[in-house]
């Protein structure tokens, strides 16, 4: 049975909780749970904080689990990236007070405080650049109005946070992150089975979260026109219609540009132009 971290709390729980459930699987009703079985898909959830996931993984004890980039790098444990799933998006940068650094090599003999050490020690290591780094768990921005750092490392998502401390980022970015699929280096081929329908089953939810299917009419003599407008995920399905001269099309369209392409169409000349959303998708 394959044995799945979820993160336990936070907005990466409720995102990673509602993908499992689009891919079929059972999910806890109960946030006090901390282990669920489902039998059914072979398959037993461990509900755990974020930070703790890539441990266990990268340790052996658990198979594979939802964690962020940034909580993967920290941790330094050999666990491997499967699946980027495109939520919980984040950037990491250094930040100080509004106008008083420009560059990240004006760090040096500075205090910085995070709640990531290794990735900031790691990362100015590879520059170079010696520092004291101070590790907190949260209210980073607090911690240079309060005399304990110089500038701090944090991940940033709208920075309003930050602007509200009176602090800007400044230099590149140390990293980009998002909730990752992640599993252990030696997983046993009885759980890779597993494992790889469980990833099958993910990206079928990133697929039909990112794309509609598109059906409409069109004469057959504009279907050249009409099919380079919706050329589908691999290709567009076209069928005869009671009609003559005219045939139906049906094409997957992704959901940002949907509504551009249904204009397209119908100045093409394609009509009964209709969306219907993708419930789950294997390609």
């Known amino acids: 049975m394959l044995r799945v971290a979820v993160p336990n709390k936070g907005a990466l729980s409720e995102a990673a909780t509602a993908m499992f459930k689009e891919a079929g699987y059972l999910q806890r009703r109960d946030s006090r749970e901390l282990v669920l079985v489902d039998a059914d898909n072979e398959i037993e959830f461990f509900y755990l904080r ?28 050999p666990a491997e990236e499967i699946l980027g799933l495109d939520f919980a998006k ?53 911690s240079i109005r309060l005399g304990v750092a110089d500038a701090i490392a944090d991940v940033v998502e709208t920075g ?15 990293m980009h992150s998002e909730a990752l699929l992640i599993k252990r280096a ?6 890779r089975a597993g494992m790889e329908r469980l990833v099958r089953r993910l990206q079928g939810v990133l697929i039909a979260r990112q794309y509609v299917m598109l ?37 997957m369209v992704k959901r940002q540009k949907v509504n551009r392409v249904m204009d397209d169409l119908y100045e093409i000349g394609a009509r009964a132009i209709l969306v219907s959303p993708i419930q789950a998708v294997r390609l």
Do not use: C, H
């Open 50 to 77: 974020p930070r703790d996931i890539a441990v266990y993984v990268g340790q052996g004890t658990l198979d594979v689990g939802i964690t962020g980039r940034d909580l993967l790098q920290d941790s330094q444990a």
């Open 215 to 251: 059906d409409y009419d069109v004469a057959e003599s504009l279907l050249p026109q009409a099919t380079a407008v919706t050329p589908g995920f691999e290709a567009p399905t076209v069928s005869p219609l009671d009609r003559e001269g005219w045939v139906a099309v049906r094409a």
């Open 90 to 142: 984040s950037t990491f940068r250094f930040a100080g007070p509004a106008g008083q650094f420009d560059a990240v090599e004006q760090l040096a003999g500075k205090r910085i405080a995070t709640s990531y050490s290794k990735l900031v020690r790691a990362y100015l290591q590879e520059r170079g650049i010696e520092a004291t780094v101070t590790r907190l768990d949260g209210a980073i921005e607090s």
């Open 160 to 174: 309003n946070t930050m602007r509200a401390a009176g602090l800007e980022p400044f230099g590149e970015p140390l």
């Open 186 to 191: 030696d997983i046993a081929p009885v759980e």
